[in-house]
């Protein structure tokens, strides 16, 4: 049992992050039902962002330096990509966020360079010893500031005025617009938030494994993660990550001296599996159909 | 003059003309119906008072739309809700997903807290039903209830002149009169100004002062409720009277047409 423990944390650990950006995903998709395949270039932005910033400042200050940038990136994006698409076909703002990705990638390369890079200076030291097992202090951090957050953007959304908007605008945007709601403005809000939860994510990520160009890679998994929890379920996503976490360090254990290289497969094997049952995902909402 | 119209054109995709210059006026605490069969324009002209044509590839070609006096053709909705005009879009524009309590915070989005609160509140004391249902999702409330939470929801973006569009549609005739009675009742109460798009023209008529009908995107026809009640063509083409047969009056009317 208790060689199985650091597996299971490491795998909240892990969980937080996917959770983290899958949030930032599906926020996106539910409020404007755009596909943002750029996801994981907004976390290897945040994650430069941080660097830079912890060049000359505290880690801990750097992070919160990055989050105000990263929402106005965001906001940009929104602005300058996504709105003049919108009513366009899906496929118009689905190849909008590929080659904004496409551009990301390259533009992060020229500014910051192809080589791995570690963050200077450290967030201060959580860890501690329960029992046989020792808790190391990245996991503790990853949950520490995922877990609220996300529940508290749950909360925000279920119970707020703010939330309720969303809502309404993601299910009918011209109902909201005849009541007077500011559509845009909250939009481009929603995307600022998906872009700061984003690079939180890369922000931890850095912090555990520095900052390089392969980070982009994580915003693989926000696809398995995000389906799995239900595409437009914000609550769904945060589960779906710490679910695939928590299997993904299981595999690690158990599997992968059998079957060598399927964890990298496993996000997605779960998924279909669900799928099969639960075609809306864990938390997806079902249609209304009033006949 | 609250809301007037004047010889507005409105082309969608940059082709189909909806509106071939239409004018009308809604007089201050004036109740207005718009009348007309489907594809008229009449939901084309509600989408352009209340500035929601960009969403629909719409577009004003010409003429004017002018709020209290005020230029408002080429506003924006959050703007034109912002001056006093509330539009109600046809086909029960509420958010289905939402509870009835949720929806009205979303209506009422503009309004500080305390006021918010009492504003529900006088909503579910007018509409008990609602109340019994409030935390249930909206998709799922009766074509009735749907339409007296929309009515709720106009009624906290705090409207000088509401507009709306084909409320009766769906509805069970009891209902409809229902409908219209409370229509009635919050113009008096608040004091409102209404414009009343129908296509169900006996009920619309029994509330309003004044009555525009249209055809193919032109007003053929104008004048207060009482003389369109009486007025032959009037009564035949639009109002469904029932004296003239429907072989009769089919032949009749292809030999008359004001356009």
């Known amino acids: 049992m208790s060689d199985l423990l650091p597996y299971l944390i490491g795998g909240l650990a892990n969980g937080a992050l996917y959770g983290l950006l899958a949030l930032g995903f599906v926020l996106v998709y539910r409020a404007t039902s755009v596909v943002n395949f750029a996801i994981g270039e907004f976390l290897l932005l945040g994650a430069y962002l941080t660097y830079t910033f912890a060049l000359f400042l505290p880690l801990p200050l750097a992070m919160l330096a990055a989050l105000p940038v990263a929402f106005l990136f965001g906001l940009l994006v929104e602005r300058g990509f996504v709105r003049p698409l919108l009513g366009r076909n899906v496929v118009a703002v689905i190849m909008a966020t590929i080659g904004l990705a496409a551009a990301l990638d390259g533009g992060v390369q020229l500014a910051w360079g192809p080589d791995l890079k570690y963050l200077s200076g450290e967030l201060p030291q959580l860890g501690f010893q329960l029992g046989e097992v020792f808790v190391p202090s990245r996991a503790l951090w990853n949950l520490l500031l995922a877990l609220p957050l996300g529940l508290f953007l749950l909360w925000l959304l279920r119970r707020s005025r703010y939330g309720i908007l969303v809502r309404a605008i993601s299910e009918k945007e011209v109902a909201a617009l005849a009541l007077g709601i500011p559509t845009a403005r909250i939009l481009a809000g929603v995307w600022g938030v998906s872009a700061l939860l984003a690079t939180l994510a890369g922000a931890l990520l850095a912090v555990a494994s520095g900052v390089g160009p392969n980070l982009v890679f994580l915003g693989l998994k926000v696809f398995p993660v995000a389906i799995l929890g239900g595409l437009d379920s914000v609550g769904g996503a945060l589960l779906a990550g710490f679910i695939l976490g928590i299997l993904e360090a299981l595999s690690q254990r158990h599997l992968e001296p059998v079957l060598p290289g399927f964890t990298e497969a496993l996000p997605f094997v779960v998924v279909l599996l669900v799928l099969l049952v639960r075609p809306y995902g864990l938390l997806g909402e079902r249609q209304i159909e009033r006949v | ?259």
């Open chain 2, 1 to 259: 003059m609250v809301l007037s119209v004047e010889n507005l054109k409105v082309v969608y995709r940059g082709v189909i003309l909806a509106l071939d210059g239409v004018s009308l006026e809604v007089r201050e605490g004036e109740a207005v119906a718009l009348l007309g069969p489907n594809g008229a324009g009449k939901s084309s002209l509600v989408r352009a008072v209340a500035g929601l044509l960009p969403k629909f590839e719409g577009r004003v070609l010409d003429g004017h739309v002018r709020l209290f006096g005020q230029e408002a053709t080429h506003l924006d909705p959050v703007r034109i809700t912002g001056l006093g005009l509330t539009a109600v879009l046809e086909g029960r524009p509420l958010f289905r997903y939402l509870t009835p309590v949720e929806n009205l915070v979303a209506a009422g989005h503009r309004l500080p807290p305390r006021e918010l609160r009492e504003g529900m509140e006088e909503v579910f004391a007018r509409f008990p039903r609602l109340y019994e249902r409030r935390h249930e999702q909206a998709g799922y409330l009766s074509g009735g209830e749907q339409q007296m939470l929309l009515l709720g929801m106009a009624l906290l973006t705090r409207p000088k002149v509401l507009v709306v569009d084909e409320p009766s549609l769906g509805l069970a005739p009891k209902l409809v009169e229902e409908v219209m009675r409370t229509l009635e009742a919050l113009r008096r109460e608040k004091n409102l100004s209404l414009l009343l798009v129908e296509q169900n023209a006996r009920a619309a008529l029994a509330i309003v002062d004044r009555v525009y009908v249209m055809e193919r995107g032109r007003v053929v026809f104008e004048g207060d409720a009482k003389t369109a009640q009486e007025d032959q063509d009037v009564m035949e083409f639009y109002l469904g009277k029932e004296e003239v047969g429907f072989r009769q009056a089919k032949r009749y009317r292809r030999r008359k047409r004001w356009v």
